[in-house]
């Protein structure tokens, strides 16, 4: 049984496209102006508590531009932390995630780069990190950077906006959504939307394998087999 859960489509790749915005529209609306060159400000730092959407948001930011033929780098900064290399030739748009992981050397590494981007003019950079600039533990020459282009707060979806999404989703698939389906998962469920999403996928899937309708019960069912 649990094998055949496995077979879940995965949740699709991240894309502008497939970003609910809730009250992040004005940021989905500069991502998307882009790489269309639409957009005076060419650095971006993003910031939000866990799950928010903000890797989301930088690889699909990526995306964008790689399917309109041009470069673009997305790298995680507790991964890859040396910028020494990246200039205004490496990409149209770099993207680094978790700018609060990295260590001295790679700050050093990313002030650098931040002021050859900014005397290039035409390189577009993207950072997110876990709190507003004035709160990372970076150095502060760094963190003026930072603040010298747009600042966004990742605004978490309510819980109502996530009912709409996934009840959305759930069209999508053929079924019906209740309202109350919706609530339970979210008190019962991993909160981000990324796995509220897969896991309807999961349920749609187990109710066709039962032959039995989508409840709270047969929810319920499926959240003991699959922990």
Not at 21 to 35: D, F, M, S, V, Y
Not at 42 to 56: A, E, I, L, Q
Not at 137 to 148: A, E, F, N, P, Y
């Amino acid at each position: 049984m649990q094998q055949l859960l496995l077979d879940i489509k995965p949740v699709p790749s991240p894309v502008l496209a497939n970003f609910v915005p809730g009250r992040n529209a004005e940021l989905l609306q500069t991502l998307q102006n882009w790489p269309a060159e639409q957009a005076a400000e060419r650095f971006v730092y993003v910031w939000g508590t866990p799950g928010c959407g903000k890797s989301h948001l930088l690889q699909a930011t990526v995306a964008a531009y790689i399917q309109k033929k041009l470069k673009a780098v997305y790298c995680c900064a507790g991964k890859l932390g040396n910028f020494q290399d990246m200039d205004e030739n490496t990409a149209d748009c770099l993207a680094i995630d978790d700018i609060e992981n990295l260590d001295a050397p790679a700050q050093i590494a990313l002030f650098n780069l931040y002021n050859r981007l900014r005397d290039s003019g035409r390189t577009r950079l993207l950072m997110s990190g876990s709190a507003a600039p004035m709160y990372l533990q970076l150095r502060q020459d760094l963190v003026t950077r930072i603040g010298w282009g747009l600042v966004y707060q990742v605004h978490e979806l309510t819980d109502e906006e996530k009912t709409q999404a996934m009840q959305t989703h759930a069209a999508d698939c053929g079924f019906e959504l209740s309202h109350d389906i919706c609530r339970y998962l979210l008190r019962h469920g991993r909160r981000d939307l990324p796995s509220l999403l897969m896991t309807l996928e999961a349920l749609d899937r187990y109710s066709l394998i039962h032959q039995r309708p989508i409840t709270i019960p047969l929810l319920r069912e499926l959240l003991q087999v699959t922990t």
